[in-house]
């Protein structure tokens, strides 16, 4: 099922069926690039709390967010348009929701709704749910469609599986199944995408992942089947495949798609890290850095070619990556492994933006380093 993009709150709950059942909810709606994009609620405070669920990363989105939150808090909604909500009170998710919100309520706890990508077949909602003092208590993941649910379900079995003390991984709160969608939730953590002078944690973050008790070779891990099977006929697969043959490594925690916009830092500089639908318990080490540092320099700085290659070169030769890789047992076939995630990127996930750039790297990284 996907929603219709001007209505997509309609499809996350069920209409009123009986008489007396109806809850309205008086709300704002604010577009980017004409499509519905946040929902926002009534409420100043909690409306204002609810910009916080776009993880903006240009310096012009991050202005353009403060700016707006302080209108928000002021209730002035700039940009915005009214919208009425009208929920069953009998609505199961919705009930659910309200459980959330740690006091009961008839009909919808106080949120606020973050549209996910609407040209994905997999697009989600985030729902940001408030208590009774219009304090965030809790964010919900939400899918209507069958791939969105397919990836809630996969973050769903990572977050159960993982152990509960990993550090920066965030705890499952609660899951919701119904015929018509599929959801998670997970606490509120406070905080905003890491600023370059804060990625100093990265290290840290990373080593904490990996588990030097559990050898395994790379060939063994989920990413790498994956891959081998979608790169059967690719030129660049078997070379840097038969530099890997028989390396072993220690297991790593990875993320999958490990990028500023899903990392929370608190005002303490504690690191949560967010949206695991890719996650493994068995991955590779590096890919996730390297995942970091170029998907973040393609899709947000927007950088040619020539400077992506300098950005990999450079992280390469840092002296945290070159700590980190001596731990990660991948010292020495450090290039193998970034063409092999570039290769994985562009084969097994093929993102609907930044594929012809991730492309054109690997190509230029597969000459630069064939020729030194």
């Known amino acids: 099922m996907r929603p219709s993009p001007e209505q997509f ?8 069926a009986e008489p007396g059942q109806a809850v309205h909810l008086q709300m704002r709606l604010l577009k980017k690039a004409g499509r519905p994009f946040l929902l926002l609620p009534g409420e100043s405070r909690a409306a204002s709390a ?3 669920l776009y993880p903006a990363q240009s310096a012009r989105a991050r202005a353009a967010r403060t700016v707006l939150r302080w209108l928000l808090r002021a209730s002035l909604a700039p940009g915005t348009e009214r919208v009425s909500l009208t929920v069953s009170s009998a ?7 309200s459980s959330l919100a740690g006091e009961p309520t008839q009909g919808l706890p106080v949120l606020g709704i973050l549209a996910g990508n609407p040209m994905s077949a997999g697009q989600r909602f985030l729902l940001l749910i408030f208590d009774a003092g219009q304090r965030p208590v809790a964010v919900v993941k939400a899918g209507l469609s069958e791939q969105a649910k397919t990836l809630i379900e996969r973050e769903e079995a990572f977050l159960a599986a993982v152990p509960a003390t990993t550090k920066g991984i965030p705890k499952l709160r609660s899951t919701f199944r119904s015929p018509r969608l ?3 939730a997970l606490d509120f953590y406070a905080g905003d995408s890491p600023r370059p002078e804060q990625e100093v944690a990265l290290l840290t973050l990373l ?3 990996i588990d030097p008790k559990k050898q395994v070779t790379v060939f063994e891990t989920p990413c790498w089947a994956r891959l081998e099977q979608a790169c059967a006929g690719n030129s660049l697969f078997p070379g840097m495949a038969g530099q890997l043959r028989g390396r072993t490594i220690p297991s790593t ?7 500023p916009w899903n990392v929370k830092v608190s005002a303490a500089g504690a ?3 967010l949206d695991w639908e890719r996650g493994e318990l068995t991955g590779i080490p590096g890919w996730d850095w390297f995942h970091y540092v170029i998907q973040n320099a393609i899709l947000v700085r927007c950088l040619p070619t020539a400077a992506l290659v300098q950005r990999v070169e450079n992280l390469l030769d840092s002296a945290p990556f070159r700590q980190y890789a001596a731990r990660g047992g991948i010292t020495g076939c450090e290039r193998e492994l970034v063409l092999a995630y570039l290769l994985h990127v562009a084969e097994v996930i093929r993102p609907s933006e930044g594929l012809t750039a991730t492309r054109e790297l690997l190509s230029a990284l597969a000459t630069r380093w064939q020729r030194a």
Do not use: C, N, Y
């Open 9 to 16: 709150w309609e499809a996350l709950f069920s209409a009123p």
């Open 50 to 52: 609810t910009m916080g």
């Open 91 to 97: 609505d199961p998710f919705a009930r659910h929701l």
């Open 253 to 259: 925690i990875q993320h999958g798609d490990f990028a």
């Open 271 to 273: 690191w949560k890290v």
């Open 182 to 184: 599929r959801a998670l």
């Open 207 to 209: 080593e904490l992942w």
